[in-house]
């Protein structure tokens, strides 16, 4: 078998200048990937000539994030591994040529996600020279960096073996509108029947959490809350995990509406976690209905 073949893949929306930049930075790596491509849910959301100067071609889908990704998925049909990234996230300048030595050295593993040094979507976000200065002062993966099997990858990176994903004809779940909440999750248990999902320290990066581009809060809410239970019926996301998960966010969004973060729309997604709450007992609960709301 010849060498592993390895595309970056972005999925992006309003954020024209930012996938710009990470596609810049990517230029940075000590092992260039073989393909880039860029999925904009817009056309305006992506700058083709500036991507094409930087050898980045364009896949054409609808808007979502699953419906982009799965339109990647199409246009990257040479790549033997497929390397999402969002549209904020900067890598290590080591992260590719560490990511194809481990799939090369563990065949059994069709999932990788990476180690996260600084993450934004904690707080305001980070800009680009913030995320520049973290990877620059990080020191690297520890001489230990081993792998260790993980329920799920983290969206914002992660690096899937392609040839399992086309034998069992796998996708993103286009029911997950927009911004797809828990996406990742539900790809990655779906694809675990089919081998072991990793998370490494030896692929690192810094993802900046840009606010611009996602989802109004009460959309955002009321997928908080559909999704989960969507996944459960469906067998994807165990019952004890979709109740944690949605126990988290009305707690969060609850305590902290009163004094709510500047970057957050607490009340949206509160509103968001009741409507949803209320359809869940009248049975008309589906992710799709967020698409009805503001």
């Not at 520049?132 to 099997?149: K, L, N, S, W």
Request: glycine fraction near 10%; proline fraction near 5%; include cysteine.
């Amino acid at each position: 078998m010849g060498a592993l073949k390895i595309a970056v893949a972005i999925a992006t929306a309003g954020r024209r200048d930012y996938v710009t930049g990470v596609a810049k930075r990517i230029a940075r790596q000590t092992r260039a990937p073989d393909m880039i491509a860029v999925c904009p849910a817009r056309p305006d959301d992506a700058d083709a000539p500036a991507l094409a100067e930087l050898g980045v071609s364009i896949a054409h889908g609808p808007m979502g994030l699953c419906a982009q990704r799965n339109a990647l998925f199409r246009h990257l049909d040479q790549a033997d591994i497929i390397l999402f990234l969002d549209d904020d996230f900067v890598m290590a300048s080591g992260y590719i040529e560490n990511c194809l030595a481990l799939f090369e050295r563990h065949p059994d593993v069709v999932m990788m996600t990476g180690a996260v040094i600084a993450d934004g979507i904690l707080g305001p976000g980070l800009g680009f020279e913030e995320a520049d200065a973290y990877v620059e002062r990080d020191a690297g993966p520890p001489d230990t960096a081993g792998i260790e099997t993980v329920y799920n990858g983290y969206g914002c990176n992660m690096a899937i073996r392609m040839a399992p994903v086309r034998a069992a004809g796998l996708s993103f779940d286009e029911n997950l509108p927009f911004y797809g909440w828990l996406e990742d999750v539900d790809f990655s248990r779906r694809l675990a029947a089919h081998g072991r999902i990793v998370r490494t320290e030896a692929c690192r990066g810094v993802h900046m959490g840009v606010k611009r581009g996602r989802s109004p809060g009460m959309r955002l809410g009321y997928s908080q809350i559909a999704n989960p239970v969507y996944m459960w019926r469906k067998g994807t996301l165990s019952a004890s995990r979709a109740c944690a998960q949605m126990g988290r966010n009305i707690i969060a969004n609850l305590s902290k509406s009163l004094r709510p973060e500047p970057w957050v729309d607490r009340g949206g997604r509160t509103r968001g976690n009741l409507l949803a709450l209320s359809d869940l007992v009248r049975g008309r609960i589906a992710p799709q209905r967020a698409a009805e709301l503001n």
